[in-house]
């Protein structure tokens, strides 16, 4: 069954990634784009996960780590291989109502981490329920190829309409005008 998408706000939240390989790379990556406070346990780090460090607010605490260490945090990634800690981890998270991801284990998530389509504050998240990820990522990398240049700019425009103008039909449709124009609409 499908998903349904919900986006939230991960802004100076407190994210947990356990685990410093390939796999928590790549979701590290994509978290920073959304300026958590994150932390990565695990008792060796990436070199390239210490290189974001250095760009952004990352913790990276080299240390085995213990299951206190989901506690109060806002989302959790459980980014190893090893299944038996991997199901701790979802446990841990479920006992606490934190949402949680297991790497490649959809049974041991609350939520999917989604292929992701970030531009700006155009973000678009594509999934199949945990199903087939790599069905996800190819259809982001072909989906990126559409999107038009100047995609950050028609929203910033749209963003100034909707901030200077009064709320009302006459808005609305100078906003869906615009963005027909963009996109070459003719409906």
């Given at each position: 069954?499908?998903l349904?998408?919900?986006?939230?706000?991960?802004?100076?939240?407190?994210?947990?990634?356990?685990?410093?390989?390939?796999?928590a790379?790549?979701?590290?990556?994509?978290?920073?784009?959304?300026?958590p406070?994150?932390?990565?346990?695990?008792?060796?780090?990436?070199?390239?996960?210490?290189?974001?460090?250095?760009?952004?607010?990352?913790t990276?605490?080299?240390?085995?780590?213990?299951?206190?260490?989901?506690?109060?945090?806002?989302?959790?990634?459980?980014?190893l291989?090893?299944?038996?800690?991997?199901?701790?981890?979802?446990?841990?998270?479920?006992?606490?109502?934190?949402?949680v991801?297991?790497?490649?284990?959809?049974?041991l998530?609350?939520?999917?981490?989604?292929?992701?389509?970030v531009?700006?504050?155009?973000?678009?998240g594509?999934n199949?329920?945990?199903?087939?990820?790599?069905?996800?990522?190819?259809?982001?990398?072909?989906?990126?190829?559409?999107?038009?240049?100047g995609?950050?700019?028609?929203?910033?425009?749209?963003?100034?309409?909707?901030?200077?103008?009064?709320?009302?039909?006459?808005?609305?449709?100078?906003?869906?005008?615009?963005?027909?124009?963009?996109?070459?609409?003719?409906?």
């Amino acid at each position: 069954m499908a998903l349904f998408p919900m986006f939230v706000d991960l802004q100076e939240r407190d994210c947990l990634v356990v685990g410093a390989g390939e796999v928590a790379l790549r979701k590290i990556e994509q978290l920073v784009k959304f300026s958590p406070s994150l932390t990565v346990i695990a008792p060796m780090i990436h070199e390239e996960i210490r290189a974001l460090a250095l760009e952004y607010p990352i913790t990276l605490v080299e240390r085995a780590y213990v299951l206190e260490d989901c506690e109060n945090r806002f989302l959790v990634i459980g980014a190893l291989d090893d299944l038996g800690e991997q199901e701790k981890i979802f446990a841990e998270c479920m006992t606490l109502k934190i949402p949680v991801n297991c790497v490649d284990s959809p049974a041991l998530c609350s939520f999917i981490f989604p292929a992701l389509i970030v531009e700006g504050d155009l973000c678009v998240g594509i999934n199949t329920a945990g199903r087939a990820p790599a069905v996800s990522s190819a259809l982001r990398q072909y989906l990126t190829k559409t999107i038009p240049t100047g995609v950050s700019k028609l929203i910033d425009t749209v963003h100034g309409i909707r901030q200077s103008e009064p709320v009302g039909k006459e808005r609305q449709a100078k906003i869906i005008g615009i963005c027909r124009e963009f996109f070459n609409l003719t409906y």
